[in-house]
């Protein structure tokens, strides 16, 4: 089965201690000039087009804030002729380092091919870095030794858009916090990009009905998100999981047996307890 609750989405995060990440024409360029469906194509789909998805903001595919204001689709993140136009912006060639964990080959592929990638639309040249595991979470949630990183962010529940605003909330900033980016930090040069983003979150925290307010804030943080591009949404990769027949899969709310495509793949044996074996 594939699990339908996934909240995991995979990033490149940016280090907004690095003078060279403060600009938001840099980091728009970059995310501009990845073509993720070729990605993965090419890394993780396996020839399977129908598994992973490429996300075109910062939220979870699937979720109530995934459509734009006016109720059509999200229009995809890969443009590379503004990808150019946002790098020479930047000031044209830089060269950046991209830290992935090197015992991940997938991953080492396709941070390969982003680099191709920039490099073909502006000049960007990214700098291969691959760490082991320790080292990779020690230097990015804890050392602050990275410029931008191959990482990923577990949305903790549907309130996708309070999540975002806690992961790059300036007052959890710096070495430890949750916002190991150091976004909104006074000495990481906001823009007005940031600015507005950043005082968006403030008024998300005023609500909570997802059928009122709050779902226009949430599809307004979507596109003050792209014009910031605090860090650069990459994709999320289906998790497939292999469960015998024999297994009635319980949980607390309900007292009939559950889909096992509702169990949630970062927490497989959650409510293991309701769980039964049958031989129907």
Same mark, same amino acid.
């Given at each position: 089965?594939?699990?339908?609750?996934? +909240?995991?989405?995979?990033?490149?995060?940016?280090?907004?201690?690095?003078?060279?990440?403060? $600009?938001?024409?840099?980091?728009? =360029?970059?995310?501009?000039?990845?073509?993720?469906?070729?990605?993965?194509?090419?890394?993780?789909? =396996?020839?399977?087009?129908?598994?992973?998805?490429?996300?075109?903001?910062?939220?979870?595919?699937?979720?109530?804030?995934?459509? #734009?204001?006016?109720?059509?689709? %999200?229009?995809?993140?890969?443009? +590379?002729?503004?990808?150019?136009?946002?790098?020479?912006?930047?000031? =044209?060639?830089?060269?950046?380092?991209?830290?992935?964990?090197?015992?991940?080959?997938?991953?080492?592929?396709?941070?390969?091919?982003?680099?191709?990638?920039?490099?073909?639309?502006?000049?960007?040249?990214?700098?291969? !870095?691959?760490?082991?595991?320790?080292?990779?979470?020690?230097?990015? !949630?804890?050392?602050?030794?990275?410029?931008?990183? @191959?990482?990923?962010?577990? @949305?903790?529940?549907?309130?996708?858009?309070?999540?975002?605003?806690?992961?790059?909330?300036?007052?959890?900033?710096?070495?430890?916090?949750?916002?190991?980016?150091?976004?909104?930090?006074?000495?990481?040069?906001?823009?007005?990009?940031?600015?507005?983003?950043?005082? %968006?979150?403030?008024?998300?925290? +005023?609500? +909570?009905?997802? #059928?009122?307010?709050?779902?226009? %804030?949430?599809?307004?943080?979507?596109?003050?998100?792209? !014009?910031?591009?605090?860090?650069?949404?990459?994709?999320?990769?289906?998790?497939?999981?292999?469960?015998?027949?024999?297994?009635?899969? =319980?949980?607390?709310?309900? $007292?009939?047996?559950?889909?096992?495509?509702? %169990?949630?793949?970062?927490?497989?044996?959650?409510?293991?307890?309701?769980?039964?074996? $049958?031989?129907?």
């Amino acid at each position: 089965v594939t699990a339908q609750n996934n +909240r995991r989405v995979h990033l490149l995060a940016v280090n907004h201690n690095s003078p060279v990440m403060q $600009s938001v024409d840099l980091r728009r =360029g970059i995310s501009l000039a990845i073509d993720r469906d070729t990605i993965l194509n090419e890394v993780y789909r =396996g020839g399977k087009p129908e598994f992973h998805k490429a996300l075109a903001g910062p939220f979870p595919l699937g979720s109530w804030q995934e459509k #734009s204001k006016t109720g059509l689709p %999200l229009k995809p993140l890969f443009d +590379r002729d503004l990808a150019a136009a946002k790098q020479k912006a930047a000031g =044209g060639q830089q060269r950046i380092k991209l830290l992935f964990c090197n015992d991940d080959k997938q991953a080492e592929r396709a941070c390969a091919m982003m680099a191709a990638q920039v490099a073909e639309a502006g000049g960007v040249n990214l700098q291969l !870095e691959g760490v082991n595991h320790v080292e990779f979470r020690q230097r990015v !949630e804890q050392q602050s030794r990275f410029d931008i990183a @191959y990482t990923t962010f577990d @949305y903790p529940h549907i309130w996708h858009a309070h999540a975002l605003a806690a992961l790059l909330d300036p007052t959890a900033a710096g070495r430890g916090g949750r916002n190991y980016m150091s976004y909104l930090q006074k000495n990481t040069n906001p823009a007005k990009p940031d600015d507005a983003l950043g005082q %968006l979150f403030t008024e998300l925290r +005023r609500h +909570r009905d997802t #059928s009122g307010e709050l779902l226009d %804030l949430s599809r307004e943080t979507h596109e003050r998100f792209l !014009e910031a591009m605090p860090f650069i949404p990459l994709w999320q990769l289906d998790r497939h999981m292999a469960i015998s027949n024999m297994l009635k899969i =319980g949980f607390d709310t309900t $007292s009939q047996p559950v889909p096992p495509t509702l %169990l949630d793949p970062y927490r497989v044996f959650q409510n293991v307890s309701k769980w039964r074996m $049958s031989e129907n």
